[in-house]
Nanobody, 125 residues
Framework: QAQLVESGGGLVQPGGSLRLSCAAS????????LGWFRQAPGKEREGVSC?????????TTIDAESVKGRFTISRDNNTVYLQMNNLKPEDTAVYYC?????????????????WGKGTLVAVST
């Protein structure tokens, strides 16, 4: 059974950093496009960053405007990461990783096939 498991969330002060990880089991991630999405209380789920599959020579990434220059998505073997720097209170949310064999776009979370259960990131003094 395919499973994605996120880790690395926590409480951090504004300006701080966190690194999220998402490990897969039952799913060969190299053939999947991967993404990080987040959902704040009372808000709709939104895209953060996407990265193309690892089955081609060129890997591309797409970041939401709100995180450009602060967040970096990367991947290796069967794990996807999200390095988050200069965190702001508005980044507070549950962060989910997702996988899809066809593609990943930050503005199309409904297109993703597989989801983790999420990890909470809280940015506060």
């Amino acid at each position: 059974q395919a499973q994605l498991v996120e880790s690395g969330g926590g409480l951090v002060q504004p300006g701080g950093s966190l690194r999220l990880s998402c490990a897969a089991s039952g799913l060969a991630l190299r053939y999947y496009h991967l993404g990080w999405f987040r959902q704040a209380p009372g808000k709709e789920r939104e895209g953060v960053s996407c990265i193309s599959d690892a089955d081609h020579s060129t890997i591309t990434t797409i970041d939401a405007e709100s995180v450009k220059g602060r967040f970096t998505i990367s991947r290796d073997n069967n794990t996807v990461y999200l390095q988050m720097n200069n965190l702001k209170p508005e980044d507070t949310a549950v962060y989910y990783c997702a996988a899809d064999p066809e593609g990943c776009l930050p503005d199309n979370y409904r297109g993703m096939d597989y989801w983790g259960k999420g990890t909470l990131v809280a940015v506060s003094t």
